[in-house]
């Protein structure tokens, strides 16, 4: 099982957390970029996420936009992709769980709106930790729902 994950310049700071994160927990995955923050157009990096979630290459996507609208609309364009934009732990699981989501998509810039962005850094890393634990890698999706 693999994690594809990408984002724009807007999602660079929490992707970096993000991929932190993965290499902690040991969760393989592919970081398909960007990797300054030097403005890029999110459709691409979405399309990597998409593409290698739509032939198989990647179980799960990551993707981390400015708001996370962009990155979401982009992904769904993919066959095979259900990207859901999700703002807590509970929404990525039930995304998961009850609507077969296999894209978990994310809004970087609400670090900047915080005077602590440790502390969104740190509610990601739950959000995740828990999405992973209990949602794609240890459950089917409930498909009776």
């Known amino acids: 099982m693999s ?3 990408a984002c724009d310049h ?15 927990t040991r969760v393989p995955h592919e970081d398909l970029g960007t990797h300054s923050t ?10 990597r996420v998409g593409q290698a979630v739509a032939e198989g290459r990647a179980r799960l996507g990551v993707l981390v936009c400015g708001t996370g609208i962009g990155m979401s609309i982009a992904a769904n364009k993919f066959p095979r992709v259900m990207a859901a934009l999700c703002t ?10 009850h609507n077969n989501a296999n894209v978990l998509v994310l809004a970087g810039a609400q670090l900047v709106l915080l005077a602590r962005p440790e502390r969104r850094i740190h509610q990601v890393g739950v959000a995740l930790e828990e999405y ?4 794609p890698f240890n459950a089917a ?3 009776d729902r």
Not at 10 to 24: D, S
Not at 88 to 97: C, D, H, L, T, Y
Not at 132 to 135: D, F, I, K
């Open 10 to 24: 807007a999602g660079l700071t929490l992707k970096n957390a993000i991929v932190g994160f993965l290499v902690e």
């Open 141 to 143: 999706w409930a498909e």
């Open 38 to 47: 030097e403005s890029v157009d999110y459709p691409d990096y979405a399309a």
């Open 132 to 135: 992973l634990a209990r949602g």
């Open 3 to 5: 994690l594809a994950i």
């Open 88 to 97: 807590s732990p509970r929404m990525a699981v039930a995304a998961r769980n």
